[in-house]
C-alpha cells in the first residue's frame, strides 16, 4: 500500500462512501421496475447492460471529479480514465447485472482504491438489502440490518466441511470447470447465484470458499481488498496475484485455500 497520511485514508474512506451513496440512488431508482431494459455488450452470450448501470457510474465518475480529480478511474461501462496521484478507483457500478434484472438481491456495487501493487481498500455494498462490507486502511467491518459488525473469515477445518459460492456452475473453459467440480465433490455445499455477494459472506465468515474464473479486474478488485482485510487470501489459481481478474480463489485461511489450491492446480494454463 502506498504511504498515506492519515488525512489521506480519511479523505478515501469518505470519497469511497460518496461513492456509495451515489450509487445506491442509481441503482435502487430502476430496481425491480416495471419497463427496465437490458442491453447485450456481447454477441453469441449474453452479457446485460441497463440504464442503472450507467447511471450509477456517471454518478460516481462526477463524484470522484469533483472529491478526487488526480486520479485514475477504471469502471466497468466507461473504462479507463488517467490520473496523476498515482491511485486508480475501480468501479463496477452494478456487478450481477444479471442477477439485478432477475430482481434477486445478490448483486452489489464494487469500489476499490489501488495502488502500484493492488487494491488496498475496498467497499461491496447490497443496496436493497442496505449491508455495506468495508476491508482496508486498518477497517474490517460490515454495517447493515444488524448495525455494525466487525468480518471475520472463518478458522481452518477440512475441505469436507467447507462451504462454497460460486455464481455461475459452468465456470470457465471445461478444463477449468473439470477443476472447480473436483473441488466441489470434496466440500460440503456448494451454493451458485451469488456474484459479488459471494465474497461478502466469505469475509462475513458465512463460508469458506469462492472459486470462478472469467473475470475482470473491476469484478475483484473490492472483493480482494474485503476478503484480506477480514483475514482470508485471494490468488489465482496457481497462487499468484490476482488483481487483473482471470481465475479466483478466494479462502477464509490459509489451509483451506492450500487444500483447494493443490486441486485447481490441475487445470491448465489458460
Known amino acids: 500500500m502506498a504511504d498515506l497520511s492519515i488525512e489521506e485514508q480519511e479523505s478515501l474512506k469518505q470519497t469511497a462512501q460518496a461513492l456509495a451513496d451515489v450509487a445506491r440512488v442509481e441503482t435502487l431508482r430502476y430496481f425491480r421496475q416495471p419497463g427496465l431494459v ?71 456495487v464494487l469500489i476499490s482504491v489501488r495502488d502500484e501493487n493492488g487494491p488496498f481498500f475496498g467497499m461491496i455494498t447490497q443496496p436493497y438489502i442496505g449491508e455495506c462490507f468495508i476491508g482496508g486502511l486498518n477497517e474490517a467491518r460490515m454495517t447493515g440490518p444488524h448495525g455494525e459488525v466487525a468480518l471475520k473469515t472463518r478458522a481452518p477445518r477440512p475441505l469436507a466441511e467447507c462451504r462454497m459460492l460460486s455464481t455461475f456452475p459452468e465456470v470457465g473453459t471445461p478444463d477449468e470447470r473439470a477443476a472447480f467440480e ?19 459472506l466469505l469475509a462475513g465468515g458465512q ?8 473475470l475482470q479486474a ?8 474485503v476478503v484480506q482485510a477480514a483475514g482470508g487470501l ?32 490441475t487445470a491448465p494454463e489458460a
Open 182 to 200: 473436483a473441488v466441489m465433490t470434496q466440500v460440503q455445499l456448494t451454493r451458485f447465484g451469488t456474484d459479488c455477494y459471494g465474497y461478502a
Open 38 to 108: 437490458a442491453d447485450n455488450k456481447e454477441q453469441g452470450s449474453f452479457d446485460p447492460v441497463t440504464v442503472a448501470d450507467r447511471a450509477a457510474e456517471v454518478a460516481m465518475r462526477e463524484v470522484l471529479a469533483q472529491k478526487r480529480p488526480r486520479d485514475a478511474i477504471l469502471g466497468e461501462e466507461f473504462g479507463y480514465s488517467a490520473g496523476s496521484s498515482g491511485l486508480t478507483w475501480v468501479l463496477d457500478p452494478i456487478d450481477g447485472t444479471r442477477s439485478y434484472i432477475s430482481g434477486t438481491p445478490t448483486w452489489g
Open 234 to 265: 485471494v490468488t489465482d489459481w496457481r497462487g499468484r496475484p490476482a488483481h487483473e481478474g482471470g481465475r479466483l480463489l478466494a479462502a477464509a485461511n490459509a489451509q483451506v485455500h492450500a487444500a483447494a489450491l493443490a486441486i485447481l492446480k
Open 218 to 225: 473491476y469484478d475483484v478488485q473490492a472483493p480482494i481488498a
Open 207 to 214: 463460508v469458506d470458499l469462492v472459486i470462478e474464473a472469467g
